[in-house]
C-alpha cells in the first residue's frame, strides 16, 4: 500500500518541483519560443508520468515510486534534443527522491543535471548556481560535509546579489560548516543571509531556515536560551505559512528542535512531550520508516535515558538505529550516533567489550565523515574515557578525556559547557590518584543526531 501510495503521489511532487524549476528558467530566458518548447516538452512528459500511476494504464502492475523515477529519466533520456528541459526534469527528480529517503540517486541525477547545465552554450548565473546548489544539498545528506562546502561555494560564485537563491545557498552552507565544527564561520554565514534576506524587496520565503539553523548552530555552541528564542521563531512562522503549517516536516524540526533546547535547560519533562508531539506528526507526514523519523525517535531515547527509563530509552534506540543502517548503511554519521547510544545501554548491563567495540565503530565513522577536529569525535572520545574507567584502564581513560578535552578546547573555546565537564573528569582522576570514580551519564548529543 506505501509503494501504492507514493506511487500515486509522485507526480504531483514532480508537478510542484517542475513548476518552482520553471518559474525560473522563465524569468531568466524570456523567450517566448523557448518557453512554449518547455511547456510542449515538460507536458507531454507528465502525460506519460500519470499514465504510468494509473491502473487502466498499466493493469495488473503495482508500481513503486522507484519504478515511476527509473521510467521517467529513460524518458529523459530521449529529450537530448532539449538540454534545458532534461535539466528541469533532472533537478525535480532528484528532490522527489531525495524527499523520499533515496539520497544516493538523488545525487545521480544532480550529477547529470549539472553536467549538462555545464556543456550549456549560454548557461545563465542562476542556473550554474541553481545546479551547484542542488549538488551541494545531495552531498550533505550522504554527510559528505567537505565536498558539499565546495559546492556550495561554486554556487554562491554565481548566485546573483540580491537574489533569495544566494540567500538559500547561504542557509545551507551555514548548515554544513555547524556539521564541520566550523562555528564561527558558520555564524557569520547565518547572519549574513539574515541581514541580506531582511532587505530583499519581497521578502524571503524561508527566513524560518535561517532561524532555525543559526539556532542549532547557537546550541552547539552552548548559548541555549539564545538558540531557544531563534527556535520559537523559527516555528511560529512555520506555523503562519499555509504551505507549511502544523504537521509538515519542517514544523516538526523545529518542535524537536525546542524539545532539545528544554532538554539542555534541564526541563525534561517538557522536552520529552514535545519531542512524542513531534515523533506522532512526522510519523504521519514521512512514514514510520524515514530517516527523519529516526533522528526524533533517537531524541526521546535520549532524554528517557536522562529521566532514568533506561528500558524505553534502549527500545527508541534500537528502533532509530534500524531504520538509519537501512537506509544509509553502517558507516553513515547517524548511525554512529545511534551506536554511542548504544554502547551506553551495554555500559548500563554490563557488558562492557561491547560498549568497546561499538564505539571503537563509532569513532571511526565520524573521523571519517568530519575529519579529527570535531566536536563529534570529541564526544566519542569522552565516552571511551569513561568507558575505560569502568574497565579500571586509567591510563588509557586519562588519555581519552585529555583528547576530548584537546578537540572541545579548539572547536567549542574554553568556555563551552562540556569543555568543563571534561576539565571535571580528569581533575575527579587526579584527585582520587586514578582510583574508580563512579560518573554521570554524558557525552549524548542533542540536536545533530
Not at 502525460?47 to 503495482?62: E, I, M, T
Not at 549539472?114 to 545563465?124: N, R, S, V
Not at 534541564?266 to 515523533?279: M, W
Amino acid at each position: 500500500l506505501v509503494g501504492v501510495a507514493l506511487a500515486v503521489l509522485l507526480p504531483a511532487l514532480v508537478i510542484v518541483a517542475l513548476i518552482v524549476h520553471g518559474e525560473r528558467l522563465e524569468a531568466e530566458r524570456g523567450k517566448a519560443e523557448h518557453e512554449a518548447a518547455l511547456a510542449r516538452e515538460v507536458t507531454d512528459y507528465m502525460v506519460d508520468l500519470f499514465k504510468g500511476a494509473d491502473p487502466n494504464w498499466s493493469p495488473g502492475q503495482v508500481l513503486t515510486a522507484q519504478d515511476l523515477i527509473a521510467q521517467g529519466v529513460d524518458r529523459i533520456g530521449q529529450l537530448d534534443h532539449q538540454p534545458l528541459v532534461q535539466i528541469t526534469l533532472l533537478h525535480a527528480l532528484s528532490t522527489v527522491l531525495q524527499n523520499i529517503g533515496e539520497y544516493e540517486d538523488a545525487l545521480r541525477l544532480s550529477e547529470q543535471a549539472l553536467e549538462k547545465t555545464l556543456m550549456l552554450p549560454d548557461a545563465t548565473p542562476n542556473q550554474l548556481a541553481e545546479a551547484w546548489l542542488s549538488m551541494a544539498i545531495r552531498l550533505d545528506y550522504l554527510n559528505r560535509y567537505q565536498e558539499a562546502s565546495e559546492a556550495y561555494l561554486q554556487a554562491l560564485r554565481h548566485a546573483p546579489a540580491g537574489d533569495s537563491l544566494r540567500i538559500r545557498t547561504l542557509a545551507n552552507l551555514g548548515i554544513t560548516l555547524t556539521n564541520l565544527s566550523q562555528h564561527a564561520r558558520a555564524e557569520a554565514v547565518f547572519r549574513e543571509g539574515i541581514e541580506e534576506a531582511r532587505q530583499l524587496d519581497e521578502g524571503f520565503e524561508r527566513m524560518d531556515l535561517l532561524y532555525n539553523s543559526l539556532g542549532r548552530l547557537l546550541w552547539q555552541m552552548g548559548r541555549i536560551d539564545e538558540a531557544l528564542g531563534h527556535f520559537q521563531q523559527a516555528l511560529a512562522l512555520r506555523l503562519a505559512d499555509p504551505d507549511i503549517g502544523p504537521g509538515h516536516p519542517s514544523t516538526t524540526s523545529a518542535q524537536g528542535n525546542i524539545a532539545a533546547a528544554y532538554m539542555a535547560l534541564g526541563d525534561l519533562d517538557q522536552a520529552y512531550t514535545g519531542y512524542r508531539e513531534a515523533l506522532a506528526a512526522r510519523r504521519q507526514a514521512l512514514g514510520p520508516s524515514h530517516p527523519d523519523v529516526a533522528r526524533l525517535l533517537h531524541m526521546i531515547g535520549t532524554v528517557s535515558w536522562r529521566r532514568g527509563d533506561t528500558d524505553n530509552a534502549e527500545a527508541y534506540w534500537k528502533e532509530a538505529l534500524e531504520i538509519r543502517l537501512n537506509a544509509y548503511g553502517p558507516e553513515h554519521a547517524t548511525v554512529a550516533a545511534s551506536r554511542m547510544a548504544m554502547a551506553r545501554v551495554a555500559q548500563h548491563q554490563g557488558e562492557l567489550d561491547l560498549a568497546e567495540a561499538l564505539l571503537e565503530q563509532a569513532l571511526k565513522a565520524k573521523q571519517s565523515v568530519y575529519g579529527y577536529e570535531s566536536r563529534n569525535v570529541a564526544d566519542v572520545l569522552f565516552n571511551q574515557g569513561v568507558l575505560y574507567r569502568q574497565q579500571n584502564r586509567y591510563p588509557e581513560s586519562r588519555h581519552a578525556f585529555e583528547q576530548a578535552l584537546l578537540l572541545r578546547q579548539s572547536v567549542l573555546g574554553p568556555d563551552h559547557p562540556r569543555v568543563a565537564e571534561t576539565l571535571k573528569e580528569i581533575g575527579s582522576m587526579t584527585a582520587a590518584n586514578e582510583s574508580e570514580i563512579k560518573s554521570e551519564d554524558r557525552g549524548l548529543s542533542a540536536i545533530p543526531n
